[in-house]
């Protein structure tokens, strides 16, 4: 009854709210849980140490067990990423964390990606101060720890992420000791990298991304605004095939069909 709303059921687990997804009946929610507590006090409960989750009907609230908690590869950061499945008609659910973080999220059909940002502690002139740790998940209403990945740069938000016949591609703007640039990275269903393009507009940043098929379309900007097309038919070998430049800068790329880009 719209005009009477009435709660059914209640779900809740720890953190701040970073995103969520509705897919199939199942609501994918990730949040973020910030660890403050003295780990060298004993009398430190678990709770402020390990994420929590609540479900109606339960007694208490329930500590997430060992094997439903991963530690990210160069964990340099004591909070975590708190993913859970939730079936909207029948309030199961299927809850992960991985200790490490998590910044944004990227969906596809099949799986679920959380990335978190990294800093370099030292780094050689060739290097990245920033970098990009990802996280996949599967996404059929159970939850699976599918792999890890670093790549160079930082990214923009979710529309730097795209996945197609099972490869993620990812751009990034990275900050080296000398100077700035942009890559494009694809990796593999096992979050191997497989393909890259590196060092794009330098001295610039990227500023909006968009992937259409086996394209993508990158805009950078200092003075002018390059947007660059992107060939990815060959995931192992992207290459640009042409730039516009043209004064500003955008924000956002938008299809209106196959041969136009607003």
């Known amino acids: 009854d719209p005009a009477e709303p009435q709660e059914v059921r209640t779900f809740r687990q720890d953190g701040n709210y970073v995103s969520s997804r509705l897919m199939d009946g199942t609501l994918y929610l990730v949040s973020r849980k910030y660890v ?83 800093w370099r502690g030292s780094v050689s002139d060739s290097e990245s101060y920033r970098r990009t740790g990802i996280v996949k998940f599967s996404a059929g209403g159970k939850l ?51 393909g890259r393009l590196e060092g794009l507009a330098p001295g610039e940043r990227i500023y909006s991304v968009r992937y259409l098929g086996e394209m993508a379309y990158v805009v950078t900007f200092r003075e002018t605004d390059p947007l660059f097309a992107i060939d990815l038919s060959d995931p192992r070998a992207p290459k640009v095939l042409g730039q516009l430049k043209i004064p500003g800068f955008s924000e956002y790329l938008h299809p209106l069909d196959d041969g136009l880009l607003l």
């Open 36 to 118: 403050y507590a003295d780990l060298t006090d004993k009398r430190t409960p678990l709770s402020d140490i390990v994420p929590v989750c609540f479900e109606s009907g339960a007694a208490e609230p329930r500590l997430l067990p060992a094997d439903k908690i991963a530690i990210a590869p160069d964990c340099s950061s004591a909070d975590y990423a708190v993913v859970s499945a939730v079936n909207v008609r029948t309030g199961k659910s299927d809850t992960r964390a991985v200790l490490g973080g998590g910044d944004g999220v990227y969906m596809s059909t099949d799986n679920l990606y959380v990335y978190y940002d990294s």
């Open 144 to 194: 699976d720890l599918m792999g890890t990945a670093w790549i160079d740069g930082y990214v923009d938000g979710q529309f730097a992420f795209s996945e197609l016949d099972g490869n993620l591609r990812a751009a990034t703007a990275e900050y080296p000791v000398k100077g700035v640039s942009n890559n494009l990275y694809v990796l593999d269903s096992g979050m191997r990298q497989i």
